[in-house]
Structure formats: C-alpha cells, structure tokens
C-alpha cells in the first residue's frame, strides 16, 4: 500500500516569493492533516481537514498561508508571500477517521515531508 | 494547554544496553498516546498507541507502557538500526483531534 506522497521533497525560495506544497493522501483517508516542523522540534499542526471541509484551521497564519482539498483527496498548502521565518519542513498526514474516530481509525501517517529554504 | 515533554534529549548507548525513555505529559483529558519514530530527512514513522493507563503495546524491540502522567519506550537490546528520534505526542478529547508534540528523543546505538 502506497504511504503519503508529498512533493517537492525540497523547496528553495527568496524571501517574498510564493511556494506551494502537495500532498497525496493514503487511499481511503478520510481525514488529512498538514504540520510545521522546525528543525530540533515536534510538529505542529495547521490545519485538518475532514474531506474537503477544513474542520480546524485554526493555528493556521491566513495573512499568507492558505490551503486547499477539492475533491476530497489530495491537498495543497500555499504560502504567499514566503518569509525566513517560514524555514521548515511542511509535513502532511492522514488518516482513516475523522472526529470521534477509535482505535486504527485515528492512526496518523505521515508523509516525507517537504523541506522549505527561504533565502 | 497541552504539554509534553521527553527525555533525555539524547541518549547513545551500545549495541544491546537495554534502556528507557520517557515521555511526561500534561492534558485536558487523554485521547490517546502516541509513539513514532523519525529518521533523518524523513517524515515520523507511526508504532503505538495508547488509550489508558495500565495498557502496554509491544514491536519487535521496543515496549510502550502508560500511566496517569506519563509514558515510557522501553529498548530491549537494541541495535544499530534502532538509531533515530523517538517523538511522543497526545491527544486530547477535546482538541480536535490534533496531536501534540514533544521535541523527541534522540537515540543513538553504538555497534
């Protein structure tokens, strides 16, 4: 069973550019998550989604982040304009379950991640 | 808010020096708890998960237990390849499923 695909696996961009970061789910996931890991950190979550509603974007900076999942599956996260500060590895994630879910159903897994240089 | 911490940071010890680590942990009523692994340049790797205090989970070398206020990964003879960061994370009932984080620990095995 294919694991979560994320592209690029590498990002390098100059301060004030736009980036953006894909991300394929594993098959049947219903719900998918996209975290911030700065470098000696856990990561942090973003935003989730439970099909394409984005049930908690809550810790998500909406002044340049945004995201989106049409159709359900595959997602894509948006950062315009980039910052040095935004310097991180953006990981996506995903799970069978949504809110309430028990059990293998709440088991996140993650993608490679996408490694984000801003110059 | 949620907390949790590890430790140590960093721990090498040698080819099969059994060992444990520790996750501690503050929170609004336990979910669960989760244990991953994490390579260098990779995304973390899903082992367990656990509900409530008492439960233990085993994978091939490594024991997860639960308590109250923490959490332990305890190594049984290690070996190399058992070398990465161990992160712990919870989750709490009324979070919105998100998962918590401490800064790991870095596990380093020694042929």
């Known amino acids: 069973e294919a694991g979560v695909v994320q592209s690029p696996r590498y990002k390098i961009i100059e301060k004030k550019q736009p980036v953006a970061f894909w991300c394929n789910p594993i098959?049947?996931?219903?719900?998918l998550y996209w975290y911030l890991q700065n470098l000696g950190q856990g990561p942090e979550l973003l935003i989730r989604y439970e099909n394409e509603e984005a049930v908690d974007d809550s810790q998500l900076p909406k002044d340049r982040f945004s995201a989106e999942r049409l159709k359900g599956v595959d997602s894509t996260l948006k950062i315009q304009p980039a910052e040095l500060g935004d310097s991180a590895v953006y990981l996506c994630a995903s799970s069978l379950g949504g809110s309430g879910a028990a059990g293998q159903y709440n088991e996140q897994f993650f993608g490679p991640g996408t490694r984000l240089t801003v110059l | 808010e949620d907390q949790v911490t590890q430790s140590p940071e960093a721990l090498r010890l040698q080819e099969g020096e059994s060992s444990s680590l520790n996750c501690s942990y503050t929170v609004s009523g336990l979910r669960g708890l989760f244990w991953y692994r994490q390579d260098p340049g990779k995304g973390p790797e899903f082992l367990f998960t656990?509900?409530?205090a008492g439960e233990e989970k085993e994978k091939e070398r490594l024991k997860a237990t639960l308590t109250k206020k923490e959490s332990f990964l305890h190594i049984t003879a290690p070996k190399p390849e058992d070398s990465a960061t161990y992160l712990c994370?919870?989750?709490?009932?009324?979070?919105?499923?998100?998962?918590?984080f401490g800064t790991g620990t870095r596990l380093t095995i020694i042929p």
């Open positions: 994370a919870v989750q709490a009932y009324f979070g919105n499923e998100k998962l918590t």
């Open positions: 656990l509900y409530s």
């Open positions: 098959s049947g996931h219903n719900t």
